[in-house]
């Protein structure tokens, strides 16, 4: 079987195989004040009110999202096996820290596909797509995060929300922990603003000015997402952590 080289000097065939018997690495009822608490929204357009059109905004940034296109390259890249069914799905991801480089494993754990009453308007009601997951065993974090599009039938107006808790492992590191303090955080929060814009960006692009959405790059059974994520000459120089948990 060929060596499978869709990261930075890392092959993730083997990784993946491993990271099947790791275990989400916590407990919801653990959760609390003390952990970092993130919403995220970002406006996407708009289409008629009431239920999504068949090739509207709505559906658009659905399978965007369903391929985690929307994530951006120079932060965050994954790797997964491209038959796998969303829930369930283990992916491995690339965290990208200036010249650090962390390898994490996360697991979708929720696929969320309803129509829910507004928050702060249960009479209103919002069609919701979208998919969360939670961190495994040997991340640098734990927690969860869902990305969900949201159409709002009475107006039409879709928007993409991100929500995650999250906390940093213990046991980390020094040079881990003191990394992630000074790049993480705000990196984090980066990522979900450039989420949300890339997003809106190949909506925009294929809907109004009829480009072809992103197709799903996969190289021996392994889907590489983005599909736009290419290696950098930074790889040469840079600081790699292997499951740093």
Known sequence: MSTVRLLDRIDPRPVLEAQRTRKVNFDPREVDDSWHHDTSRTTLGAEAPGPPEPDGVWRTACRLVEAYEFADPRIIRAVFAADAPLQGRDMLLEGRFAVLR??????????????????????????????????????????????????????????????????????????????????????????????????????????????????????DGLTLAPSDAEPSWWHRVSVRRHQPG
């Open 102 to 219: 962390f390898y994490f494993g996360v697991r979708v754990t929720d696929v969320i596909d309803e129509e829910r009453p507004r928050d702060g308007d249960p009479s209103a009601q919002d069609r919701i797509w979208g998919w969360a997951y939670e961190t495994l065993e040997g991340h640098l974090e734990r927690g969860r995060m869902s990305y969900e599009v949201v159409k709002h039938q009475d107006s039409g107006a879709v928007e993409l929300v991100i929500k995650a808790y999250s906390e940093l492992a213990p046991a980390l590191g020094v040079v881990t922990a003191t990394g992630w303090r000074v790049f993480g955080r705000r990196t984090q929060l980066r990522f979900y603003r450039m989420c949300g814009r890339r997003l809106a960006t190949f909506v925009r692009l294929h809907l109004g000015e009829d480009q072809p959405v992103p197709q799903r790059r996969i190289v």
